[in-house]
């Protein structure tokens, strides 16, 4: 496994990570197998959120403190809310700091100018930090955008963004600036929860995408060994490999939707799922019952989902129009909906 610096944090974290949402699924006995497999295999980093994973995280290598960092994040606005989150967070993981500590999911102006006004989570963050309960401050959106005027602002130590095949926007956005800055890059969702295919290629194409670390859920034992011998191939690729990965990556369309979550759909249409996706599964198709133990969801049943949604929304969408006036980005949502509900 090859180790990177996290930014300017002094943190020296492996190529892949460990991302914890979907560890909420587990028992205590999977995620004991699955952590410990991962820390014996030389993954070094933890992201943990909800205190359900923590709980889980604690119990199984709090006696292993020294051999890997852990994040977390501020997942309510105000600083009271953080304050008594970061406590339960240390006694749920049974540990004296945390590594980074992040406001989490920031993805509008609002929530933005609440989190970093007073009596804001940011405001705990800092008394955090003073206290020695957590070492770094981050951040975590959907929005490149919104990233890059945290960090341009000095306000974060390491950024948590989307990085994949179907979301390269932060590799413009954020990346450069991040490594000018010395702020830490986190990538999350490099299979999109499962559902890019084929995996290997998808996790090898975020490892070379010019972050720090990236992260990757995996919920057993099977799922570690898969992700850490498909990221130990993809670092072993030569350079002329990874410039025609990245060639590759550079020529698929996009629609220009982040996956942030402003945009909604009175018909349950998963819009952030299925707009990003659209032109990389006409190229490639989506994950199917019958690919590895890549975990997360099976991609084209989920979008057979969505676009019988789409045929439905796609009927009301011209006396509709919720969705395209919430869009920061004027995406033409409605035209993909009508595509999608036909077929295309």
Known sequence: MIYRELGNTGMRVSALGLGTNRLRTCTQAEATAIINQLLDKGINFISSGYHETQALIGNAVSHRRDEYFISSKATRPTAQQVRESIEESLRLLKVDYLDIYELDYVNSDRELEQQLGPGGAYEALVEAKEKGLIRHIGTTSHRPDIVARLIQQGLVETATFMVSFVQQYALAEVVP???????????????????????????????????????????????????????????????????????????????GCRNCPLCKCPYELRIGFVLPLYHYRQRYGLTTAADGPVGGEVGEEMWQRNAARAKVAAEHCASCGQCEPMCPYGVPIVKYVQQIAHGA
């Open 177 to 255: 600036l991040a490594k000018k800055r010395g702020v830490g890059t986190i990538s999350i969702r490099p299979i999109d929860h499962g559902v890019l295919r084929p995996a290997d290629r998808a996790l090898a194409f975020a490892v070379h995408s010019g972050v720090d670390v990236t992260l990757s859920g995996m919920t057993s034992v099977e799922q570690v060994d898969y992700n850490v011998a498909a990221v130990e191939r993809a670092l072993a690729m030569s350079p002329e490999e990874v410039a025609a990965l990245k060639a590759e990556a550079a020529a698929l369309p996009t629609t």
